[in-house]
């Protein structure tokens, strides 16, 4: 009887550490085989991203192009005519001076001897040319053969019954010749190669005579 309950005490003793055992095992999960889970390792991946270098494309455009011109600046140069010596186109009337053009188109005079200073020239008058009374027939408009100025009035076309811009004997004038100013007394006169003649006063009065156009004031 005594042996048979130490044989009981003994196989319970043994089931007990038995089962000790194999609840100790399963605690962390792992497999039966006794192996020991160590730490969880996470696997992380890193995806490198490259940037390439930045690319500027300047395309050119072919075409024409036009520079503006800095505005250009145009100096103008007056030049003061040489004054011509009066002597050299003297008439032989007192206080006569007679001159032709270079180009021998028109012919003129000033004019000193009398009461009324005049410079003027007889030639072909521009078609734009007003009519104006005629040399002794007043009442009549003509096309005027002569222009004039005298000190104090306004230059002014007039119909000359006698050429008295021509010298008086019937002698060939001189030319004036561009940029020369011919000046006697409060009269100058002086030809212009694209203008034409012009006369005027120390009055502020005068003309300026083309073929193809005038001006008087």
């Not at 250009?72 to 002597?87: C, E, L, M, V």
């Not at 012919?107 to 072909?124: E, Q, R, Y």
């Not at 521009?126 to 003509?142: D, H, M």
Request: charge should be neutral; aromatic fraction near 6%; proline fraction near 9%.
């Amino acid at each position: 009887m005594t042996y048979t309950v130490r044989a009981v005490r003994l196989f319970a003793a043994v089931a007990m550490v038995a089962g000790v055992a194999g609840c100790a095992r399963s605690v962390d999960g792992s497999p039966e085989t006794g192996a020991v889970a160590g730490p969880a390792t996470t696997s992380a991946t890193t995806s490198a991203v490259t940037t390439a270098p930045k690319t500027t494309t300047t395309r050119s455009t072919t075409g024409t192009t036009t520079a503006s011109a800095p505005p250009s600046t145009t100096k103008t140069t007056t030049s003061t005519p040489t004054p011509a010596d009066p002597q050299a186109f003297a008439g032989a009337a007192a206080g006569s001076y007679y001159f032709t053009t270079p180009s021998t188109k028109f012919h003129c005079a000033i004019l000193t001897g009398g009461d009324l200073p005049t410079a003027g020239c007889h030639g072909p008058m521009p078609a734009s040319a007003p009519k104006v009374p005629g040399a002794g027939a007043s009442g009549t408009a003509v096309t005027p053969n002569a222009i004039e100025v005298t000190g104090g009035r306004p230059g002014q076309f007039a119909s000359a019954g006698d050429p008295r811009f021509y010298p008086l004997d019937g002698s060939a004038a001189p030319a004036l010749s561009y940029g020369r100013a011919l000046q006697v007394n409060d009269l100058t006169c002086l030809v212009d190669e694209a203008a034409g003649v012009t006369c005027r006063s120390d009055a502020g009065h005068g003309f300026t005579l083309s073929d193809s156009a005038f001006r008087v004031w």
